[in-house]
């Protein structure tokens, strides 16, 4: 499966964006889907999971109440609203698929796919 990763930019802080993640080459709803991020200088880390029906979710503790992660399978796309945006959100995006994982597992290289990433900037 190819994922094309979309919808970032710059905001400020107290901002929303949405990211979307474009799935092609293979119907994502047997996949678990997942969005990472990455800050410069810093490792990739978990953000939000969603599992293939799209019933369950998990959140990273910074992002819980403020981030919304969604899917729909029908067209084979992912979403993640960021609401409340801080600085400390800054980093590039990712979304990421497993076919075999299960939903909470948030280690990025049990991940076998990826987006290209699209850049998320909050200014204060």
């Known amino acids: 499966v190819q994922l094309q990763a979309s919808g970032g930019g710059l905001v400020q802080a107290g901002g929303s964006l949405r990211l979307s993640c474009a799935a092609s080459?293979?119907?994502?709803?047997?996949?678990?889907m997942t969005w990472f991020r990455q800050a410069p200088g810093k490792e990739r880390e978990f953000v939000a999971g969603?599992?293939?029906?799209?019933?369950?979710?998990y959140y990273a503790d910074s992002v819980k109440g403020r981030f919304t992660i969604s899917r729909d399978n029908a067209k084979n796309t992912m979403n993640l609203q960021m609401n409340s945006l801080k600085p400390e959100d800054t980093a590039v995006y990712y979304c990421?698929?497993?076919?075999?994982?299960?939903?909470?597992?948030?280690?990025?290289?049990?991940?076998?796919?990826w987006g290209q990433g699209t850049l998320v900037t909050v200014s204060s």
């Open positions: 080459g293979r119907t994502i709803g047997n996949y678990v």
């Open positions: 990421a698929a497993d076919r075999t994982l299960r939903v909470e597992v948030r280690e990025p290289n049990e991940y076998d796919y």
């Open positions: 969603i599992s293939r029906g799209g019933v369950t979710t």
